[in-house]
């Protein structure tokens, strides 16, 4: 079955320790990107990839980190989470063209005390 | 300023009751305009990708139209299993890597039995 899937579906941590959300896919696709989604405010972007060892930022990247090594996965890492970047977050990819769809991972829900 | 609106934010449907969703936009050279669906707690489930005005999209209860500067999502006698949040995107031809897409706040539909 093709999907995006994200690990862990749910994570509370503390203020100041690393973690890292993975992101993997199995539709041979080379566009990744890392969203969050918080109340009022909609789906922003914080990183995508264009293909493995290519990412850029989006519109918030501050306090988050990618790498992409490997076409598949995307992860996202957080190197001292705040309690501002409690928020549920989405991988998405596609394959890379002008027409082609984004699809959504189902969500990891994070919480920083 | 919002390049995406959507209107209403909240929608309350008797079963049957026929309506539409309006999303707007403010980019020009549109790269696509898309609609997903979104249920509480789970990733965007997408639905339809509109790339000129004029052209439409029909899946079951639902048909997706676009014009210069807005489509509109038509939901026919709809059913309580379409309740959810329908969010409406762009790809913005200067977003990020021309693969960014811009999202709205989404509509939130609630469809009474």
């Known amino acids: 079955e093709a999907q995006v899937t994200q690990n862990p579906r749910y994570l509370i941590t503390v203020t100041g320790k690393k973690l890292t959300v993975t992101c993997s896919q199995n539709m041979n696709h080379e566009y990744m990107s890392w969203y969050r989604q918080d109340p009022g405010l909609g789906l922003r972007q914080i990183y995508y990839s264009m293909n493995v060892e290519v990412t850029d930022k989006g519109d918030v990247p501050e306090g988050y980190k990618v790498s992409r090594k490997e076409k598949r996965n995307f992860p996202l890492i957080l190197e001292s989470p705040s309690p501002n970047q409690t928020s549920l977050y989405f991988c998405?990819?596609?394959?890379?063209?002008?027409?082609?769809?984004?699809?959504f991972g189902p969500g990891t829900r994070l919480l920083v005390l | 300023e919002d390049q995406v609106t959507q209107s209403p934010e909240a929608l309350r449907l008797q079963e049957g009751e026929s309506s539409s969703l309006n999303c707007s936009y403010t980019v020009s050279g549109l790269r696509g305009l898309f609609w997903y669906r979104q249920d509480p707690g789970k990733g965007p489930e997408f639905l339809f990708t509109?790339?000129?005005a004029g052209e439409e999209k029909e899946k079951e209860r639902l048909k997706a139209t676009l014009t210069k500067k807005e489509s509109f999502l038509h939901i026919t006698a709809p059913k309580p299993e379409d309740s959810a949040t329908y969010l409406c995107a762009v790809r913005d031809p200067s977003g990020a890597g021309s693969y960014q897409l811009t999202f709205g706040k989404g509509t939130k539909l609630s469809v009474i039995p």
């Open positions: 998405a990819s596609s394959f890379q063209g002008a027409r082609e769809t984004q699809y």
């Open positions: 509109l790339y000129s």
